[in-house]
C-alpha cells in the first residue's frame, strides 16, 4: 500500500504507459487519471480510510484532481468512528495543503454541527434534567433502556474528544501557513452580517483557537465579539416583531459559550482556546455600541459572567 501513491504519481509523469494485461499505451497523465479514479471507486473500509488519504497524498494531486475526488474522500468522512476522524482530516491537511481547504472546512462545519451543535447538546441537557427528576416507578419502567442511553452519552463523549484532537491539528495547520486560514477567515468575515455562521459550536471553537496566534489574535477576536452583539441585537429585536423572529432564529449564545468552554476543560482544547475565551470576555464588557438597549447591554454581561465563571 505504501508504494501505490508513489508508484501512481512516478508513472503518471511519464510519455507513455503500457498496460500489461491489455497491452494498450497511454500517456502518463491518462494513466494518473485512470488509476486515480479506480483507487478512488474501490470500496475501502472505515478502518482503511486513513490508509486512503496517506495514498492521495503520496500521489500529489493537483487542484484538477482535488475538485474530482475531494466528495468521494470527505463522505468517507461521516463512515467512520469519532476517534478515527482526527487521524483522517491530520492526513486530508497534509492533502490540501498545497490546494484549498474549502471542501475540508465544509465537511467539518456538517459533522460537528450534525453531533454537537447548540441544539443537540440542549437536546441532551433535557435528558438529564428530566432524568433526574423522575420519580421511582420511572426509574423502574426505564431500567432496560438505561443502557442504551449510556451509550449515547459514550458516543457524544467521543465526539467531543474527537473535536478537540481535529482542532489540535487544524490549528497546527493554521500555525503552518495551510490555506484553509483563507476558508476561515472568508467564512468568519460574512459572520458580522450573519452571525450564525459562527454561533454554533464548531465555528465558534475554531475562531477561539485561532486568535492563538498572533496572527489571527485581533481580526478574528474582533469578529467573534461582533457575531455576538449582532447576535443579542437580533434576539432583541425579534421578540417584538413576529416575522423577524421567523426569519431569524434566536441563538442560545448563553448555553453555546458555557458547552465550548465545558468541552475545551474537560475533553481537551482549553489551551487552545484559553487566550481568545478571555479576549472575548474583555472585548465584550468594553462593548457599547450606540443605540444599544439596557436589555442587549443586560445580556452581554450575561454572557460575560458565564464565560468569567
Given at each position: 500500500?505504501?508504494?501505490v501513491?508513489?508508484?501512481?504519481?512516478?508513472l503518471?509523469a511519464?510519455?507513455?504507459?503500457?498496460m500489461r494485461?491489455?497491452?494498450d499505451?497511454m500517456?502518463?497523465l491518462?494513466?494518473?487519471?485512470k488509476?486515480?479514479r479506480?483507487?478512488?471507486?474501490?470500496r475501502?473500509?472505515p478502518?482503511n480510510?486513513?490508509?486512503?488519504?496517506?495514498?492521495l497524498?503520496?500521489?500529489?494531486?493537483?487542484?484538477?484532481?482535488?475538485?474530482?475526488v475531494?466528495?468521494?474522500?470527505?463522505?468517507k468522512l461521516?463512515?467512520?468512528?469519532?476517534?478515527?476522524?482526527?487521524?483522517?482530516?491530520?492526513?486530508l491537511?497534509q492533502?490540501?495543503?498545497?490546494l484549498?481547504g474549502?471542501?475540508?472546512?465544509?465537511?467539518?462545519i456538517n459533522?460537528y454541527?450534525?453531533?454537537?451543535?447548540?441544539g443537540?447538546?440542549a437536546?441532551?441537557?433535557?435528558?438529564q434534567?428530566?432524568?433526574?427528576?423522575?420519580?421511582?416507578a420511572?426509574?423502574?419502567?426505564?431500567a432496560e433502556?438505561?443502557?442504551?442511553?449510556d451509550?449515547?452519552?459514550a458516543d457524544?463523549?467521543?465526539?467531543?474528544r474527537?473535536?478537540?484532537?481535529?482542532l489540535y491539528?487544524?490549528s497546527?495547520?493554521l500555525?503552518?501557513?495551510?490555506p484553509i486560514?483563507?476558508d476561515?477567515?472568508?467564512?468568519?468575515?460574512?459572520a458580522?452580517?450573519?452571525?450564525?455562521?459562527?454561533?454554533?459550536?464548531?465555528?465558534?471553537?475554531?475562531?477561539?483557537?485561532?486568535?492563538?496566534?498572533k496572527?489571527f489574535?485581533?481580526?478574528?477576536g474582533?469578529t467573534?465579539?461582533?457575531?455576538?452583539?449582532?447576535?443579542?441585537e437580533?434576539?432583541?429585536?425579534?421578540?417584538?416583531?413576529a416575522?423577524?423572529r421567523r426569519?431569524?432564529p434566536?441563538?442560545?449564545?448563553?448555553?453555546?459559550?458555557?458547552?465550548?468552554?465545558a468541552m475545551?476543560?474537560?475533553?481537551?482544547g482549553?489551551?487552545?482556546?484559553a487566550?481568545g475565551v478571555l479576549?472575548?470576555?474583555?472585548?465584550?464588557l468594553?462593548?457599547?455600541?450606540?443605540g444599544?438597549k439596557?436589555?442587549?447591554?443586560r445580556t452581554?454581561?450575561?454572557?460575560?459572567?458565564?464565560i468569567?465563571?
Open positions: 500500500m505504501e508504494v501513491g508513489k508508484l501512481v504519481s512516478l503518471g511519464r510519455d507513455k504507459v503500457v494485461s491489455s497491452r499505451a500517456s502518463g491518462e494513466y494518473r487519471a488509476a486515480l479506480a483507487l478512488c471507486s474501490a475501502w473500509t478502518e480510510v486513513v490508509a486512503f488519504c496517506v495514498l497524498g503520496d500521489i500529489g494531486l493537483t487542484h484538477a484532481e482535488w475538485d474530482e475531494a466528495d468521494i474522500a470527505l463522505r461521516f463512515k467512520v468512528g469519532a476517534d478515527e476522524v482526527p487521524p483522517i482530516v491530520y492526513q491537511l492533502v490540501t495543503k498545497p484549498t474549502s471542501k475540508l472546512l465544509g465537511a467539518l459533522y454541527g450534525k453531533h454537537l451543535d447548540a443537540a447538546l437536546e441532551e441537557e433535557r435528558r434534567n428530566a432524568s433526574s427528576q423522575m420519580d421511582s420511572d426509574v423502574i419502567d426505564s433502556s438505561g443502557s442504551n442511553g451509550s449515547n452519552t457524544l463523549d467521543a465526539m467531543k474527537s473535536l478537540g484532537m481535529v491539528h487544524v497546527q495547520a500555525n503552518k501557513g495551510h486560514q483563507r476561515v477567515m472568508k467564512l468568519l468575515r460574512s458580522v452580517q450573519s452571525p450564525d455562521l459562527v454561533l454554533h459550536t464548531f465555528v465558534l471553537f475554531l475562531a477561539l483557537a485561532m486568535t492563538g496566534h496572527k489574535r485581533q481580526p478574528v474582533d467573534v465579539r461582533s457575531a455576538v452583539v449582532k447576535q443579542v437580533l434576539d432583541i429585536r425579534s421578540q417584538s416583531d416575522w423577524f426569519a431569524f434566536a441563538h442560545e449564545v448563553q448555553r453555546l459559550i458555557r458547552n465550548v468552554i475545551a476543560t474537560s475533553f481537551g482549553w489551551e487552545l482556546i487566550q479576549d472575548l470576555a474583555k472585548g465584550l468594553d462593548t457599547n455600541p450606540p444599544f439596557k436589555t442587549g447591554t452581554i454581561y450575561l454572557h460575560c459572567g458565564t468569567m465563571n
